[in-house]
């Protein structure tokens, strides 16, 4: 499996953090996630509910020409999730479809975070991924 060049820097980027401040980082990206463009803040009856996150979160994937254009919303009140979200979002958006379906599985782990969520929120993000990736493979 492999990653993108954005989810290897992401991950270089924790893992050289010292860990106690992996997870001031990881709420960091909690903030970067896009807002939803109207057409799905208006509907949100087409976004996928992502069940293995605690939190409600929604996404939608759009795949055009080969390229993935990810919509992921996740409520400030949780910003693990949130950032997690986030993270997906930078690593996976506007690749293309080959990239998205080949993406590493185990990329949640590289983060070195388990110390630091719970691995129920762990589940969340590969639950996100999971989802990223079956609605690529659907579109395409």
Do not use: W
């Amino acid at each position: 499996m492999k990653k993108t060049a954005a989810a290897q820097e992401i991950v270089d980027e924790f893992k050289t953090i010292e860990e106690r401040y992996r997870l001031e980082l990881l709420l960091d990206f909690a903030n970067l996630l896009p807002e939803l463009p109207e057409r799905y803040s208006e509907h949100p009856d087409l976004l996928e509910r992502v069940e293995e996150c605690q939190s409600p979160v929604y996404l939608f994937v759009e795949v055009n020409s080969g390229i993935v254009e990810l919509f992921l919303t996740a409520p400030k009140e949780a910003p693990t999730t949130r950032a997690f979200a986030s993270i997906l979002h930078k690593a996976l958006n506007k690749h293309t479809v080959v990239e998205v379906l080949d993406f590493d599985d185990d990329f949640p782990s590289e983060l070195h975070l388990t110390e630091l969520v719970s691995p129920l929120r762990m589940r969340g993000m590969r639950g996100m991924l999971a989802r990223i990736k079956r609605q690529v493979s659907e579109k395409s």
